[in-house]
């Protein structure tokens, strides 16, 4: 990577580092984009003993330089009704152990689930007791306006948890896979506006999964009219509300800063997939991104764009996917600041 690549990345990285576990990989929803294999079940055979370890080693080369840490734990889905209370305390166990190695640092732990259960005193109960340990904590969530499994009662539920856990979820995260902005572009979803209304929304890029992507991986264009319909109906959601008033901005993509421990215990930064080569413009690593984000930021013109400090980039790993349709006539998002501009 260029000196020049090296500085802009450094420069515009979150200074939080992030840790993403993934316990297991089983589910109660299916979606059609979801790259897990939800066959996986439960906490047999990946003890979460060995993904502490795997924690212990990562924060050792990291703590004298950083302060602020995220952990993020998710499944799969860690809140099913069909497991036992024990499994809570495994969880607890995981956190406290965790944050016992960040003493004296900034630290937030996360909870993602789809909020598809109904017992769902027993989860309050389990963050509040975390909450009672000064352990800062919070649920998140998400959302999909196209390819997500569920069915009317699921979605019922899924409302009524949102209610229920209000002053405990800190997010909801939205794919921005091409059917999902097909399908946001046009018409508005009454239950996504109750999302807007009341919690935080994130917006993701999409990440290559090997099932489908030819399905939903968007094309540039595809980008650009997603970003142009956030500013315009939801300018106060993630990252559009920066994009549109901070002069400076960091990248969307925290891979360089991160460790993605995967249901089986691998260990990469996001493309813990086993990708096929032949499917990029360069050879994927587990280990960085910096080879792609200097395609991408050559390919882009971004070296000399006017919008580099307030931009967001995009996911190097989706920009470097191959079958990626490239159909605007200039960067999708030097358009996109251009038209909001």
């Known amino acids: 990577m260029s000196y020049v690549t090296k500085k802009i990345l450094s420069k ?3 200074n939080t580092i992030e840790i993403e576990i993934h316990l297991f990989e089983d589910c109660n929803l299916s979606c059609a984009f979801c790259c897990q294999d939800h066959s996986m079940k439960g906490l047999t055979g990946i003890t979460i003993n060995e993904k502490y ?5 990562y924060i050792a080369k990291k703590t004298d330089s950083w302060d602020s840490f995220s952990v993020n734990l998710m499944g799969g889905e860690l809140f099913q009704d069909q497991y036992s209370d024990d499994w809570f305390d495994e969880y607890e166990s995981l956190v406290l152990k965790i944050n016992s190695l ?4 900034r630290v ?3 909870f993602t689930s789809n909020l ?3 017992k769902r005193e027993r989860v309050l109960k389990f963050l509040n007791r975390l909450k009672e340990l000064e352990i800062k904590v919070s649920l998140q969530t998400s959302f999909d306006f196209a390819g997500r499994s569920w069915n009317e009662e699921q979605k019922k539920t899924f409302k009524s948890n949102l209610d229920y856990f209000l002053n405990s979820i800190t997010s909801v995260s939205v794919t921005l896979h091409k059917l999902s902005i097909h399908s946001m572009l046009k018409k508005r979803d009454h239950l996504f506006e109750y999302c807007y209304e009341n919690f935080p929304i994130n917006f993701d890029w999409y990440v290559p999964d090997l099932k489908n992507s030819n399905i939903f991986h968007p094309s540039d264009k ?3 009219q997603a970003l142009l319909h956030l500013a315009k109906y939801y300018p106060r959601s993630h990252p559009i509300k920066d994009y549109l008033e901070n002069e400076t901005n960091d990248i969307q993509c925290c891979s360089e800063n991160r460790i993605l421990i995967a249901a089986d215990n691998s260990i990469s930064n996001c493309q813990y997939l086993d990708y096929n080569p032949k499917n990029f413009l360069g050879l994927p690593n587990k280990n960085t991104v910096s080879e792609m984000a200097e395609r991408f930021l050559t390919s882009q013109g971004c070296l000399s764009c006017e919008n580099l400090d307030r931009c967001g980039l995009y996911c190097f790993v989706a920009a470097d996917f191959a079958s990626r349709q490239r159909d605007t006539v200039d960067c999708f998002l030097k358009e996109f600041y251009s038209e909001v501009d």
């Open 12 to 14: 515009k990285h979150s």
């Open 53 to 57: 370890e795997l924690v212990e080693s």
């Open 102 to 105: 960040l003493i004296g640092k």
């Open 108 to 110: 937030q732990f996360n």
């Open 116 to 118: 598809i259960f109904e």
């Open 222 to 224: 595809d980008c650009k």
